[in-house]
């Protein structure tokens, strides 16, 4: 059989380099989107590259932006993918509202120019493309109703909800008007021990692992009461993939139907290691959000029932499994630090 060939925007975040893992396992051949940097951001990665030059890599890395239509156009066309996912975007909710313009170029006019991307591909070329959508739990925003379902209706509370509810809605347009095979999986809060540092849970368990090796003494966040449905990055990905293999497309609430406070995340955290959480945490309004959402609780029973999908990984275990890996982060810092190198300073900036 012919090598099924993947697409991937966003490649190098959290996502991205669980998912390049899980299709490489699968027999895919992998082609991910790259933003020109003078620094490499591949580290999460970096484990899944062989170089071009050696034969056997399934893996394989393009230069391009989403909000370069042209440069889009012409990956299609280069890389013919049976499978399109756009994970790539300007995901921190609090920069957002820094970042407004941004946000929205990157997120909806970026989700807008890939479809038209994979649309006039697939009517040149007569190749079917499956295209994946990562929507956001954000969309719900302003809760209406609990637990949020597929018809939940959205109210977005920042730019980046507002730029994902317009990808969301185009993705469906697409899929209506084109008949494209687009589906949409609107994802709730998913960690591991590869989430960015500036996003909550791993600000928090990055300061675990600090703090009980003498690196740290306060850890600064914001509203500690806001609450999340909190999953497996590597649990998701599945359910994307799941998502393409079906003979009609849809879009799924992916979500583990449990709901926790950021103090409650905050406190299991340094449980892990036998210390208080109180007497570690400080607020800092500056990591408020100018329109919070304070409740967001997934129900992904669509999922489970249609597609047999379910979560394997709880959030105490989730916590456990990001603790243990900043704790021998911190000890490496350590380790270097006791032994005279000058490394830079960790700071946790937004949260």
């Not at 990905?237 to 079906?246: A, H, I, S």
């Amino acid at each position: 059989m012919a090598t099924t060939r993947a697409l991937i925007t966003g490649i190098t975040g959290q996502d991205g380099s669980y998912l390049a893992e899980f299709l490489i396992e699968k027999g895919y051949e992998v082609h991910g989107l790259i933003r020109r940097s003078s620094s490499f951001n591949t580290g999460r990665i970096d484990h899944l590259y062989l170089d071009p030059h050696v034969k056997g890599g399934k893996l394989k890395l393009h230069y391009g932006d989403l909000c370069d239509a042209n440069n889009l156009a012409k990956l299609m066309q280069q890389v013919r993918p049976h499978e399109v996912y756009n994970l790539g975007a300007q995901s921190h909710v609090r920069v957002s509202f820094d970042m407004p313009l941004y946000t929205a170029d990157t997120v909806a006019m970026g989700a807008l120019r890939l479809l038209e991307a994979v649309r006039e591909f697939q009517s040149e070329s007569g190749q079917k493309v499956r295209y994946y959508q990562a929507s956001s739990s954000e969309q719900y925003g302003k809760v209406v109703e609990t637990p949020q379902k597929e018809t939940t209706p959205f109210y977005p509370r920042s730019p980046y909800a507002c730029a994902k509810v317009m990808a969301h809605w185009a993705t469906v347009n697409y899929r209506e008007s084109y008949g494209m095979h687009a589906s949409c999986g609107i994802l709730f809060n998913h960690e591991s021990p590869r989430r960015g540092e500036t996003f909550v849970t791993r600000k928090i368990t990055r300061a675990v692992g600090r703090i009980k090796t003498g690196l740290q003494d306060k850890v600064f966040l914001g509203n500690l009461d806001s609450k999340r449905d909190w999953g497996f990055a590597g649990d998701y990905v599945r359910m994307m993939w799941m998502m393409l293999q079906q003979e009609t497309p849809d879009d799924y609430v992916v979500a583990t139907g449990r709901t926790i406070s950021v103090r409650e995340f905050a406190e299991m955290a340094f449980a892990h290691v036998g210390l208080d959480f109180k007497d570690f945490v400080d607020f800092d309004q500056r990591y408020l959000r100018p329109a919070e959402v304070e409740l967001l609780l997934g129900d992904p029973g669509k999922a489970k029932k249609r597609l047999g999908w379910e979560p394997t990984t709880t959030v105490e275990q989730l916590a456990a499994m990001m603790v243990e890996h900043d704790l021998e982060l911190a000890r490496r810092e350590k380790t270097l630090r006791d032994a005279g190198h000058k490394l830079p300073e960790f700071v946790g900036h937004d949260q």
